[in-house]
């Protein structure tokens, strides 16, 4: 008798192994899951890289929004309103500068009683519009001041142009107070200053700068670090007419502030993360 054992295949073993087909299935499920898990890892670390950016964002800007934001609370305390005419609580106002004026350092030195005159108040006193120096936008324009102002209301202006001519652009990131820009590795980092102005004993008004911090420099999608509400009006300065003017300073009753900054390193696609902080002073006398 013949047997039939030929027809009916023999059972697998552990001996056998894997067929060529189920290798390779099982290469490619590995390849898939690992490709998965790479691409969460890559997104993980992306999303870490980002947080991480936009934290330090957020902290550098908003170092700079209070620091500004003190002063904005300070704008117009002590100005010599019984002049003719007034000193305004502003000096000067555009999209990227202000000028604030107020009373910082407030006593009377070496007076009798009811002596408060501005031969009698310390040091610094109201900025001297005839000597130097001045910010570029009081020195001979519009908006310089009238004259030497009784109360002591010194200016404190804040501005990205540290070379004062008037612009900002790259030669501001090249003077020595910039030094942290550039040692950034953002090219869009600015240093904005604060400064000083208001007559010395030495007869001159001063004016050093100060470093605030580091901040997005003006571009395309970055919001008007001030946005100014004139009087009653439910919408803002519109910056495409220029500086608000001298004759309408004292009209300004709301400001809001928006500090942009961004991570001095990028993310793998080139982008560097952005925070904006906003603070807003209200009713401004």
């Known amino acids: 008798m013949i ?54 964002a957020q902290q550098n800007g ?36 202000i000028i604030i004026n107020a009373n910082l350092n407030v006593g009377i030195a070496n007076a009798g009683a009811g002596q408060d005159t501005l031969a009698t108040k310390v040091y610094p006193r109201a900025v001297n519009p005839g000597a130097s120096p001045l910010p570029p936008r009081l020195s001979s324009t519009s908006w310089t001041p009238a004259m030497t102002y009784g109360t002591g209301a010194e200016s404190i202006r804040y501005t990205l142009d540290l070379n004062d001519d008037g612009i900002v652009d790259a030669a501001d990131q090249a003077v020595a107070l910039a030094s942290e820009a550039q040692r950034t590795a953002n090219p869009n980092d600015y240093v904005i200053a604060r400064v000083r102005y208001g007559l010395w004993s030495d007869g001159t008004n001063n ?45 300004i009753s709301r400001i809001v502030l928006k500090v942009t900054s961004e991570a001095r390193r990028p993310l793998k696609d080139g982008t560097y993360p952005r925070a904006t902080l906003t603070t807003v002073r209200e009713s401004i006398a």
């Open 3 to 56: 047997s039939n054992d030929r027809h009916h295949p023999r059972p697998r073993t552990a001996r056998d192994g894997f067929s060529l087909v189920e290798l390779m299935i099982t290469l490619v499920l590995l390849a898939i899951v690992v490709a998965v898990i790479a691409t969460v890892l890559i997104g993980s670390e992306r999303s870490k890289a980002s947080t991480e950016g936009r934290l330090e």
């Open 62 to 97: 908003r170092s700079v929004s209070d620091i500004i934001a003190a002063d904005l609370r300070t704008a117009g305390f002590e100005t010599d309103t019984d002049a003719s005419p007034p000193q305004p609580p502003f000096a000067y106002v555009d999209s990227i500068e």
């Open 207 to 251: 004016g050093n700068k100060e470093k605030v911090g580091l901040v997005r420099g003006p571009g395309t999608g970055i919001p008007a670090m001030y946005a100014v509400y004139m009087g009653t009006s439910p919408t803002p300065w519109d910056w495409h007419n220029g500086a608000i003017p001298a004759n309408q300073l004292r009209n």
